[in-house]
C-alpha cells in the first residue's frame, strides 16, 4: 500500500491586506474621532451661549422690577442718570427694599430705596469687571425730599447684578419717537439699556485683558462705542462686530485671544416707564 503526501495549506492575510485594514480602520477612527470633536464643540459653544444668553435675561429681568417701581414725581429730582466715557451709571428712587444705611433704625426707614445700576471699576476689564445694583434704603426725612439724588456707594448696599457684563450703556426714547442720550429723563417714555456678555470659560481666557479699547486720548471706546443721538447700543456694538476687522480690533486694543473675543454677545432691551 502507498501512501500519498498531502500538504495541508491554513488559511491567513497577506501583508497587503493587513496594511489595507489598518489603514481603513485609521480612517474610521479619524473619521468619528472628528465627528466627535465637532459635536463636543457645537454643543460646548451653544452651552456658553446659552450661559450668556442667561446671564442677560436675568439682568433685564432684574432691571424691568426695579425700572416698574421707579418713583416720578414733578417736584422730586427722583434720578441720576450718568453718561460717561465707557461705562454709564444710574440710580433713581424705586418702591424697593434696600439696605439701610448706617445709624438708621428700623422705625426710621421708608418703603422706598435709591436704586442703581453700574460696572464696578468703571472701564476696568478682567477679571474684575461685573455689573453691581445697588439699594440703599431711604430715611422718610428729610432725604426723601431733599431733591438731590446720587449713586449709592456704601459696601453694604452693593450686590453683583451679572457677574458676566462687561460693558453698559444706556439711551433714551424720548415722547415723540426721537432717540437720545442726554435728554432729560423726565421726557422719556423708555430708557433704552444695552450690554455687553462674556461667558465664564472665555473671561477665563481673558484674564488680564484690558478694556482699553479706546483711542489714543483714552477717552471713546473704539468698538464699544458711546451712542450718540439716534443711535442703539445694540446696532452700533453689533454692527462694529460684524464689520471687517471688528473682531481683530477687539484682540489688538483689548489684549484678548480671539477665541474670547468670538464669544462677546451684545444684548439690548427696552423699558418704558410708568
Known sequence: MKYHATSQQRAAFTLVEVLVSMTVLILLVSLVSSITNNATRTISGGGRRIESDNEARSVFNRMAIDFSRMIRRPDLNYSAFQKLPGNDAFAFYAEANGYPPQNATTGQLSPYSIVGYQVAGDNAFFPGSVLNRTAEAQKWLPAITSGTITLPTSATSVSTAGNLVFRMEYTLLQKDGTISPTASIKDAAAIVVGIGVLDGQARAMASGGDLAWKDSSLTAP?????????????????????????????????????????????????????
Do not use: C, H, M
Open 222 to 274: 473704539l468698538v464699544f462705542a458711546d451712542v450718540t443721538n439716534d443711535q442703539l447700543p445694540l446696532n452700533v456694538w453689533q454692527s462694529k462686530l460684524n464689520s471687517t476687522g471688528g473682531i481683530e480690533q477687539v484682540v489688538s486694543d483689548g489684549g484678548i485671544p480671539a477665541n474670547a473675543a468670538r464669544a462677546i454677545r451684545v444684548y439690548q432691551r427696552y423699558f418704558y416707564l410708568p
